[in-house]
């Protein structure tokens, strides 16, 4: 079965940006999709289709995808960024995969 | 202004049957663009698709969870459920359900979440 792979945990200083990637066979040809989730709450969503953000979401967050990859980008991250950041896709055969996560710490 | 709320037992036995029913509300189940699906968070960890289901009653299911997954929806109600057989302390989770969309045939997405519902499965 498929999967995606994300690195474990990132750290950004405040007002600096971070990228976080996503890697995997599902993202061929597809974009990735990108939830925020802080503790103790529901997931997010903050990035979908080629770099959409649903209404509410600052323009801080962007996403692309190229091959096997895809990024999500905080320019000028804020306090409240910090969260775990879960991507997604679907493959081919209709099962909806998740990375693993990553944590993102704002210092 | 689009809420989902999952409903159900919080305690469920080790090899009897979990269900959980979501209730939608600001949006009608049988939107033509939407599915609708259940996802599972063991605690401290990540998430886990369970499986998706349109109005109509087309379903697609997590492989690694085909065989104990169903999933049906009560139109009239503007609901969805989920059964899940033969627990074990590996299905301890927060249930939520969520509004599936997709952007083109290229990207999908859960745009609406519910809160979560927390079942442990213990004796």
């Known amino acids: 079965s498929s999967e995606l792979t994300q690195d474990p945990g990132v750290s950004v200083a405040l007002g600096q940006t971070v990228t976080i990637t996503c890697r995997g066979d599902?993202?061929?040809?597809?974009?990735g999709t990108w939830y925020q989730q802080r503790p103790g709450q529901a997931p997010l969503l903050v990035i979908y289709g080629q770099n959409n953000r649903p209404s509410g979401i600052p323009d801080r967050f962007s996403g692309s995808t190229s091959g096997t990859t895809a990024s999500l980008t905080i320019t000028a991250a804020q306090a409240e960024d910090e969260a775990d950041y879960y991507c997604?896709?679907?493959?081919?055969?209709?099962?909806?995969?998740f990375g693993p996560g990553t944590k993102v710490t704002v210092l | 202004h689009l809420q989902l709320q999952e409903s159900g037992p919080g305690l469920v036995k080790p090899s009897e049957t979990l269900s959980l029913t979501c209730t939608v509300s600001g949006d009608s189940i049988k939107n033509k663009n939407y599915y609708w699906g259940w996802i599972r968070q063991p605690p401290g960890k990540g998430l886990e698709w369970i499986g998706s289901?349109?109005?109509?009653?087309?379903?697609y299911e997590n492989e690694s969870l085909k065989g104990r997954v169903t999933l049906s929806v009560d139109t009239s109600k503007n609901q969805m459920s989920l059964k899940l057989t033969s627990v074990t302390a590996a299905d301890t989770a927060t249930y939520y359900c969520?509004?599936?969309?997709?952007?083109?045939?290229?990207?999908?997405?859960?745009?609406?979440w519910g809160q979560g519902s927390l079942v442990a499965v213990s004796s």
């Open positions: 289901i349109y109005y109509t009653g087309t379903t």
């Open positions: 997604h896709s679907r493959d081919n055969y209709g099962q909806n995969i």
């Open positions: 599902s993202l061929t040809g597809k974009y």
């Open positions: 969520a509004r599936r969309g997709t952007s083109g045939i290229s990207s999908a997405y859960f745009d609406f």
